[in-house]
């Protein structure tokens, strides 16, 4: 049972480029959610989807952007990435909004 | 609005002895509180969570949480601590209504000491 899959696994990206951090579950979760992890802030949720087709903003969405397809997939874009964004994203899934989550291993990104 | 926090950056126990992260939440309605424990260079994994009922609450790994209501309060426990308990620990509260999204507070570090 994979659970969640995220890939890359790490990454280094030039300033300016565009990057898409992929994410795909097979437990067929209605809720998706984006998390970046920063050392002394924790978790902090960039974008959510409670269901296919729809997306939502969560405290920190500048710079990012989300689609919801299907309800497998729930790729993260930055469009012109700043070394502000260096940071570890985690994809979440849960089977409902509300419920537990369920993450996957992470993708470091170093924006230099 | 919603919030969480975690007083404690580090908490060091030594092997055998209890243990306890201290997490204290803040909602409007009736909170949705939840454990998750993080392991090095892996995701989150859910621990445990308080929705109704029993003030202790029994979760994964022989860790319990004990609910506060006047205290508003959902400290992490374990009777006796394992070398192999030390991780990153998250709490989480979300709101029983509202957008149904958790908040995260900033983790604690479980160090114990063989």
């Known amino acids: 049972i994979a659970g969640i899959t995220q890939a890359p696994t790490s990454q280094i990206l030039a300033a300016g480029r565009r990057m898409t951090l992929r994410c795909t579950q097979d437990?067929?979760?209605?809720?998706m959610y984006w998390y970046r992890q920063d050392l002394g802030l924790g978790l902090r949720l960039i974008h959510y989807s409670n269901t296919a087709g729809t997306t939502g903003k969560g405290e920190v969405p500048d710079g990012y952007s989300v689609s919801r397809a299907n309800t497998d997939d729930f790729p993260l874009t930055l469009a012109s990435a700043v070394p502000s964004q260096t940071s570890v994203y985690f994809c979440?899934?849960?089977?409902?909004?509300?419920?537990?989550?369920?993450f996957g291993s992470g993708t470091q990104l170093s924006v230099l | 609005a919603q919030s969480v926090a975690q007083p404690e950056d580090q908490v060091n126990v030594a092997e055998g002895n209890p243990l306890t992260v201290k997490c204290t939440y803040s909602v409007s309605g009736n909170p949705y509180l939840f454990w998750y424990v993080q392991y090095p260079n892996r995701g989150l994994q859910f621990l445990l969570k308080?929705?109704?009922?029993?003030?202790l609450v029994k979760g994964s790994y022989g860790f319990e949480a004990e609910f506060n209501k006047s205290q508003t309060s959902f400290h992490l426990k374990k009777p006796s601590a394992l070398v192999s308990d030390s991780a990153l620990y998250f709490c989480a509260v979300r709101d029983e209504g509202g957008s149904y999204i958790p908040t995260f507070g900033r983790g604690t570090s479980l160090i114990v000491h063989p």
């Open positions: 437990m067929r979760h209605n809720a």
């Open positions: 979440a899934s849960s089977a409902r909004r509300g419920e537990k989550l369920f």
């Open positions: 308080y929705i109704t009922g029993d003030n």
